[in-house]
C-alpha cells in the first residue's frame, strides 16, 4: 500500500527578520514505513523543514509560509496545537537539554500526561515502551546520570511512548562518539524493523548511518531541493593527504605525570614526549581520564611528575569559554605578551582580520576556534590541546578544523587532540596516545593502532573506514 | 524519629510557614516568638530526620545577624520611654528597648528556624508538582521550573569549566569579595549564552512531546492532601497559638 503520510507541495519558507527563503519551493512525498534522510550542508534549512512538519513551526517563530504541507493526508494548519504530536513524534541532537523531569519514569510519564492518556493505560504503556527499547532496567534511573548514548534512548523511548506512526530526528547522533552511535544506528534499526515505523532523519554525516537510510533528499544552501534518489552507503569526510610538521626537535616531555584530586587518584603515573610540530591524538573510553591529562598539562590541574614545555596552551570545546572582552582584537592582546608585530601576524595566518573588530561571541563556530588558538598563540603557548574539537562538527567544519590544525603544526606548532572521531584523527594525527581507566596504554604510530583490532576495541575505538580506501583516491 | 514532616503536603507546608511567618510580625514581646522558636526545634526535632551537623551550619549566620540585632537595638534603639534597668559603658537600658531587641532577636531565630525546615524536609521536584495540584499554579510556569531544576548540575559544571579556561587566561583568582562579585560578569556571560540556547531547545523537545501550557486533569503521580496533612497542621497552628496567647500573658 502507498499511502503518502508526508506531502509538500511547493512549500517555502521565510523567518520574519530575513530578507531571502529558509525553504524554496519544496515538493515531496512521504510514504508510511520509509526511511527518509533530509541532508546538506550546515544552514540549509534541514532542521527548519523538520520543525515545519512537527508543527513547531511556523507558530514558534512568526515565520511565513507558503505551499501545501498535507500530513496523513489533512492539511497541517488544521490540527490543534499539539495534536499532531501524538502522531509524529521528535528526538532532538542535544542530549543535555531535552528532559524536564527527574527520572526515566517520570519523564515517560510526562509525554502521556501531554497527551491526557487515562491513568488506567499509563502503566501498561510505560511498560511496554520500556520492554521495546530495551530499556526495562533504566525505569528509575537519573536522567542526568545517564550517559549521552543512554540518554539518546531515553528520548526515543519517550518518543516512541505516544505510539507515533512517524518518527523525526534531528542530527540525534550530532553529541555521541562514533562507537555510542554507531550502536544508537543499529538499535533504531530492529526498533523500525519492529513496528514499521516511517522514520525521517537530518543529519550531514551520513557515514554513521550506513545502510539505515532507503532514501535521500539533499537540500542545497537556499533551501532548494537539489536531488532525491535512494540513499547509498555514504564515503567518509575525506580529508587531504599532507605532510607531517614534525621538525625532530623536542617539544613537550612529560615525566611520572599523575594526578589525585580529593585523595581520588585520577591518573596513574605516565610518562611520553611529543615533537614540535607534531599531532598527536589523545584517545580512549569516556571517563577515562581524557581531559584529565589535558587540565594537567596546561596547569589548570595540580599534579606530581615534570612536565617540559615551552608553554601548554587550552581550548575547551566550547572556545567561548575562553573569551573575556568585547572584541577579537582585545582577545588577542588581553595578556599584554605580544608585540603588535605578533598580533598582526596572527590575525593575518589565522584569518582574524575581518573580524578583528567584531565581538567574540558572534562569530562563527569556526572563527571562534580560530581566535581561542590566536589568544594561545598570543600568550607564547606553541604546544595546543584541543578538548573535543570535532563533536557536534559537519562536513565543512571538520574540514576547515582540519585544514586549521595541519597548517599551524607546519609552523611549528605542536598540538594534542582528544577526540573520539578516528576518521579524523587518521587524517591529522602522528601519533595516538590511548588513555584507558586512568592509565596510559602508550603512544603509538597511528598506522599501528588502525591496525590492531583488539587494541581499538578495549579503546572503545572505531578503525577509520576510509583507513584503505583514501590512499587510491588521494594518490 | 519519625518522618513525618518529609512526607507532608509541600503546598500545605509552605501555607502554615507563610501563615506563621505572617502572624509572627504582629508580635513585639519577646516570649511570642522564643516559644514558636522552641517550638519549630521540638517539632523538627521529632518528626523529621536530617543532618544536624549541616543544619547547625546553615544557622550559624542566621545566629550571627540574630545577636547583631540584639547588640544594635540595645544601643542604637530609639529612646520609646519605660524604666532605666541598667547601663553599660554609659549607654542606658531601658525595660521596652531590652524586651524589643529580645523579641528581634528570637524573631531572626524563629523564621530562620521555620524557613531552613522546610528546606531541609521539602523534596523540590514534590513541592513545585504539588504547587501545581493543589495551588493551581499554571504547567507551564511548574515545568518550566523543573526544567531549571534539571539544569542546574550542568550550569555549575560549565561554571567550573569557564573558571578553569579562564585562569588559563591569566584571570587570576580574585581576593576579595568586591573584586569576585564585578568578575561573575566574566562568569556570567558564556554561561548564559549556552543557557539561553539550552533553553529553547529544551522549549522545543517539550513542545514535540505535545506539552502545550493546558491544565491537566490527571496526574501520573498525584500529590495528594491527606488526613495526616491537616493533623499536621493543626500541630503547627496549635504551637503557633499557645506561643502567642502565652506572649500576650507573660508580656504584661
Not at chain 1, 621538525?247 to 591518573?267: D, F, H, N, W
Not at chain 2, 507546608?13 to 514558636?36: C, D, R
Not at chain 2, 507551564?140 to 548540575?153: C, E, R
Request: proline share 5%; with cysteine; charged share 20%.
Amino acid at each position: 500500500m502507498h499511502e503518502h503520510v508526508i506531502s509538500l507541495a511547493d512549500v517555502s519558507f521565510r523567518f520574519p527578520d530575513d530578507p531571502e527563503n529558509t525553504l524554496n519551493g519544496l515538493t515531496f512525498e512521504i510514504q508510511r514505513g520509509e526511511r527518509v534522510v533530509i541532508s546538506g550542508p550546515s544552514g540549509c534549512g534541514k532542521s527548519t523543514l523538520l520543525y515545519l512538519l512537527n508543527r513547531l513551526y511556523p507558530l514558534n517563530c512568526d515565520g511565513i509560509d507558503e505551499g501545501d504541507i498535507h500530513l496523513f493526508g489533512k492539511s497541517a494548519d488544521d490540527y490543534r496545537p499539539g495534536e499532531i504530536n501524538r502522531r509524529i513524534a521528535t528526538v532532538f541532537q542535544d542530549p543535555d537539554s531535552q528532559f524536564c523531569m527527574t527520572t526515566v519514569e517520570e519523564e515517560l510519564a510526562f509525554t502521556l500526561e501531554n497527551l491526557r492518556v487515562p491513568r488506567a493505560d499509563v502503566e501498561r504503556r510505560i511498560v511496554d515502551v520500556l520492554d521495546q527499547t530495551g530499556l526495562a532496567n533504566f525505569r528509575q534511573s537519573v536522567i542526568q546520570s545517564l550517559s549521552g548514548g543512554q540518554k539518546q534512548r531515553v528520548a526515543t523511548a519517550c518518543a516512541l511512548i505516544s505510539e507515533p506512526e512517524i518518527l523525526l530526528l534531528d542530527e540525534p547522533l550530532a553529541h555521541l562518539d562514533p562507537l555510542t552511535a554507531r550502536n544508537f544506528v543499529q538499535w533504531l534499526d530492529g526498533l523500525q524493523r519492529q513496528t514499521g515505523l516511517t522514520v525521517v532523519a537530518v543529519e550531514h554525516r551520513l557515514d554513521l548511518w550506513e545502510r539505515f537510510f532507503e532514501r535521500e533528499i539533499v537540500l542545497g544552501l537556499d533551501g532548494q531541493m537539489i536531488a532525491d534518489h535512494p540513499s547509498d552507503s555514504k564515503a567518509p569526510v575525506a580529508f587531504p593527504q599532507s605532510a607531517t610538521g614534525m621538525t625532530g626537535r623536542p617539544a613537550l616531555s612529560v615525566t611520572e605525570l599523575s594526578v589525585e584530586i580529593s585523595g581520588k587518584q585520577l591518573l596513574a603515573p605516565l610518562s611520553f614526549d611529543v615533537e614540535e610540530g607534531e599531532i598527536a591524538v589523545i584517545a580512549g573510553p569516556n571517563g577515562s581520564g581524557k581531559s584529565t591529562l589535558a587540565k594537567a598539562l596546561c596547569g589548570i590541574y595540580k599534579h606530581s611528575g615534570t612536565v617540559r614545555s615551552p608553554g601548554t596552551g587550552y581550548v575547551p570545546q566550547s572556545p567561548e569559554f575562553l573569551f573575556l572582552t568585547n572584541s577579537v582584537a582585545d582577545e588577542l592582546a588581553f595578556s599584554g605578551l605580544a608585540t603588535t608585530e605578533t598580533l598582526n601576524d596572527l590575525a593575518e595566518r589565522l584569518m582574524l582580520t575581518p573580524i578583528w573588530d567584531a565581538h567574540p561571541f558572534s562569530v562563527s563556530h569556526g572563527q571562534k576556534r580560530r581566535i581561542a588558538i590566536g589568544t594561545m598563540l598570543a600568550d607564547n603557548r606553541p604546544v595546543i590541546i584541543m578538548d573535543e574539537p570535532t563533536s557536534g562538527q559537519d562536513t565543512a567544519g571538520l574540514q576547515e578544523l582540519f585544514s586549521l590544525i595541519n597548517e599551524r603544526s607546519r609552523e611549528g606548532i605542536t598540538f594534542l587532540i582528544i577526540t573520539h572521531d578516528m576518521e579524523f584523527a587518521a587524517a591529522v594525527a602522528d601519533s595516538i596516545l590511548l588513555i584507558n581507566d586512568g592509565r596510559l596504554t602508550g603512544k603509538f604510530r597511528a598506522e599501528d593502532v588502525w591496525a590492531d583490532p583488539s587494541l581499538l576495541d578495549e579503546h572503545h575505538l572505531l578503525p577509520p573506514r576510509g583507513a584503505d580506501r583514501r590512499e587510491p583516491t588521494f594518490a | 524519629m519519625s518522618r513525618l514532616l518529609h512526607d507532608m503536603n509541600p503546598s500545605v507546608k509552605f501555607i502554615i510557614v507563610t501563615v506563621s511567618m505572617l502572624t509572627m510580625a504582629f508580635f513585639f514581646n519577646p516570649w511570642t516568638p522564643l516559644l514558636f522558636w522552641v517550638g519549630i526545634l521540638a517539632l523538627q526535632f521529632t518528626m523529621s530526620r536530617i543532618n544536624w551537623k549541616l543544619w547547625a551550619l546553615m544557622m550559624l549566620p542566621f545566629t550571627l545577624g540574630a545577636v547583631g540585632y540584639l547588640w544594635t537595638t540595645l544601643v542604637f534603639g530609639a529612646d520609646s520611654g519605660g524604666e532605666v534597668i541598667g547601663s553599660f559603658a554609659g549607654i542606658e537600658v531601658t525595660d521596652e528597648q531590652w524586651a524589643h531587641a529580645w523579641s528581634l532577636t528570637f524573631r531572626v531565630m524563629a523564621f530562620s528556624t521555620l524557613s531552613l525546615l522546610f528546606a531541609f524536609t521539602t523534596n523540590p521536584v514534590t513541592f513545585v508538582m504539588s504547587l501545581m495540584q493543589q495551588l493551581k499554579v499554571p504547567p507551564k510556569i511548574a515545568y518550566g521550573t523543573m526544567v531549571g531544576y534539571q539544569f542546574l548540575p550542568v550550569l555549575k559544571d560549565e561554571l567550573t569549566q569557564i573558571r578553569q579556561a579562564q585562569r588559563l587566561r591569566g584571570v587570576s583568582q580574585d581576593r576579595h569579595w568586591w573584586q569576585r562579585v564585578a568578575g561573575t560578569r566574566r562568569l556570567l556571560i558564556p554561561m548564559l549564552a549556552g543557557a539561553v540556547r539550552k533553553a529553547e531547545r529544551a522549549a522545543f523537545a517539550m513542545e514535540a512531546r505535545g506539552f502545550t501550557g493546558e491544565r491537566r486533569k490527571e496526574f501520573y503521580r498525584p500529590v495528594r492532601v491527606s488526613g495526616r496533612d491537616y493533623v499536621l497542621a493543626g500541630v503547627f497552628l496549635a504551637v503557633l497559638a499557645v506561643s502567642c496567647a502565652a506572649g500576650l500573658i507573660m508580656g504584661k
